[in-house]
T-cell receptor, first 111, second 114 residues
Framework: SQQGEEDPQALSIQEGENATMNCSYK?????LQWYRQNSGRGLVHLIL?????REKHSGRLRVTLDTSKKSSSLLITASRAADTASYFC???????????FGAGTRLTVKP | GAGVSQSPSNKVTEKGKDVELRCDPI?????LYWYRQSLGQGLEFLIY????????KSGLPSDRFSAERTGGSVSTLTIQRTQQEDSAVYLC????????????FGPGTRLTVT
C-alpha cells in the first residue's frame, strides 16, 4: 500500500506565484524524499530530508518536515511554467530499506 | 555518466503471453528497485534488491510477477501470462546505498497488454 499521501491532488497557479504541496504519512520514517515527474516518465530526485531535520532548502525549493504530525510540505517559490509536472513524496521507514510513494500532486503553472 | 537504462522502451503483447523487462542500473549502485505506474497514478513498489541480500518481494502483486538480479547488476522483471491490468509503465531505479539515499530512475518501459 502507498505510504505517502500528497495533497492537493492537483494545483493550478500563475507563473510567479508560490506553490505548496503537502505530504502525510503513517509510520515512523528515516527520511522523506520529493521527486518530480514530467510526462509520466523519468522521476527526478529533488530533495531529501532526514527525520532529525526540520527544514531544507535547494534553490527555489523549501521542504519542511514535522515528524510529530507525520507530514511534510514542498514549497516552490516564484514558480515558472517549466515547473509544471507531477510531484511525489516518498518515505523510507526505519529498519526497512524500501521506499513508498504517494499518488502525487499534479502542478500546472500557467504562463 | 550513463544513467539507468531500461529496455524495451515500449512493449505490446497479447494477453496470456510472458514478457521480460530489463534494467541496467548505474554502475556501482547496490540498490535496485522496480515500480509500476498505471495511467495517472503514483508509483507502486514491486521489488527491491540490495547487494547480496535476499530481495524484498513484498510489492509483487501476484505470483505471475518475478524478478532477478544477476551478478548484482542487471535486473530482469518477468511477467507471466500477462493480463490487461498489467498494462502500465514499469520503472526501474538504482541507488548507491539503499533508500537512505536518493534513487535514480530509468525512463521506464511502457507495457500494453491487448
Amino acid at each position: 500500500s502507498q505510504q505517502g499521501e500528497e495533497d492537493p491532488q492537483a494545483l493550478s497557479i500563475q507563473e510567479g506565484e508560490n506553490a505548496t504541496m503537502n505530504c502525510s504519512y503513517k509510520t515512523s520514517i528515516n527520511n522523506l524524499q520529493w521527486y518530480r515527474q514530467n510526462s509520466g516518465r523519468g522521476l527526478v530526485h529533488l530533495i531529501l530530508i532526514r527525520s532529525n531535520e526540520r527544514e531544507k532548502h535547494s534553490g527555489r525549493l523549501r521542504v519542511t518536515l514535522d515528524t510529530s504530525k507525520k507530514s511534510s510540505s514542498l514549497l516552490i517559490t516564484a514558480s515558472r511554467a517549466a515547473d509544471t509536472a507531477s510531484y511525489f513524496c516518498a518515505t523510507v521507514r526505519y529498519n526497512n530499506n524500501d521506499m513508498r510513494f504517494g499518488a502525487g500532486t499534479r502542478l500546472t503553472v500557467k504562463p | 555518466g550513463a544513467g539507468v537504462s531500461q529496455s524495451p522502451s515500449n512493449k505490446v503483447t497479447e494477453k496470456g503471453k510472458d514478457v521480460e523487462l530489463r534494467c541496467d542500473p548505474i554502475s556501482g549502485h547496490t540498490a535496485l528497485y522496480w515500480y509500476r505506474q498505471s495511467l495517472g497514478q503514483g508509483l507502486e513498489f514491486l521489488i527491491y534488491f540490495q547487494g547480496n541480500s535476499a530481495p524484498d518481494k513484498s510489492g509483487l502483486p501476484s505470483d505471475r510477477f518475478s524478478a532477478e538480479r544477476t551478478g548484482g547488476s542487471v535486473s530482469t522483471l518477468t511477467i507471466q501470462r500477462t493480463q490487461q491490468e498489467d498494462s502500465a509503465v514499469y520503472l526501474c531505479a538504482s541507488g548507491p546505498g539503499g533508500s537512505l539515499y536518493e534513487q535514480y530512475f530509468g525512463p521506464g518501459t511502457r507495457l500494453t497488454v491487448t
